[in-house]
């Protein structure tokens, strides 16, 4: 295990933006709102953390996760240093997502309206692996 690991547990903050590179592969980001233990008056009341996920984890993203779906991601925290149009250096940093997975119940989600779109289920709430699915999900 790597010594710079991360695992959080939040609700999405909006829908993934999903880019397309040239080579048959994805990337997905997106913005992870984590609730803060200890809340103290005038201080933020959750931290954000801005995920990357690649290849098998961008396409999961792309078709399972929406604003609002509770996910747990393991990864690990990158800085990407630049320096802004006004000569500004800036220090942002990332979680470089290894794996993601939902947080909460389909029942759960449901109730909270945010069960994922597009995926389509059987009579008991599975989702149907018929449809050459299986060969997508990044934990196979």
Do not use: H
Not at 90 to 114: I, M
């Amino acid at each position: 295990m790597a010594l710079n690991t991360i695992i959080i547990c939040g609700r999405l903050t909006r829908d993934p933006e999903i880019r397309n590179t040239g080579s048959d592969s994805c990337v997905a980001r997106y913005t992870v709102a984590v609730d803060r233990t200890y809340k103290r008056e005038g201080s933020p009341d959750a931290d954000f953390f801005d995920c990357v996920a690649f290849k098998k984890g961008a396409e999961f993203a792309d078709k399972f996760l929406n604003k609002g779906t509770k996910v747990i991601v393991q990864g690990t925290m990158q800085c990407e240093p630049y320096t802004d149009k006004d000569g500004n250096k800036k220090y942002p940093w990332q979680l470089l997502v290894n794996t993601c997975e939902f947080a909460e119940s389909k029942k759960t989600a449901e109730e909270n309206g945010t069960k994922p779109s597009g995926v389509k289920t059987d009579k008991n709430g599975y989702v149907d692996v018929s449809d050459g699915i299986m060969e997508d999900l990044p934990f196979m």
